[in-house]
């Protein structure tokens, strides 16, 4: 079995889909403390951690919280079923 606990690397994109998304996305700058998304809110896609730190809240389920390093991808599941986000993410360092 996989690990899925707060060490885990399961959010990390490869290069390649690094790339794609950078091209097709658009670059934010988030200060310290900013909500990126939070729990229940309507989908606004995927964040691509480009640079620092964030945390990760996952609704009902404490044992998924973790913090995140660039190169993670947030927001998958909600983007792809277009249901409000189930997490909150909190950026903590840039």
């Avoid at 399961?10 to 658009?26: E, Q």
């Avoid at 606004?44 to 609704?59: C, E, I, P, R």
């Avoid at 389920?61 to 249901?83: C, E, Q």
Wanted: include cysteine; proline fraction near 5%; charged fraction near 15%.
């Amino acid at each position: 079995m996989a690990n899925v606990g707060p060490t885990a690397n399961i959010l990390k994109v490869s290069p390649k889909l690094k790339k794609a998304l950078s091209a097709a996305g658009t670059t934010r700058q988030f200060v310290s403390n900013q909500c990126l998304f939070d729990v229940d809110q309507e989908n606004t896609g995927v964040f691509l951690v480009a640079k620092g730190k964030v945390s990760l809240w996952v609704k009902d389920y404490p044992k998924l919280d973790r913090t995140v390093a660039a190169g993670s991808l947030l927001g998958v599941p909600a983007t792809f079923t277009g249901h409000p986000y189930v997490s909150a993410v909190r950026n903590f360092s840039t």
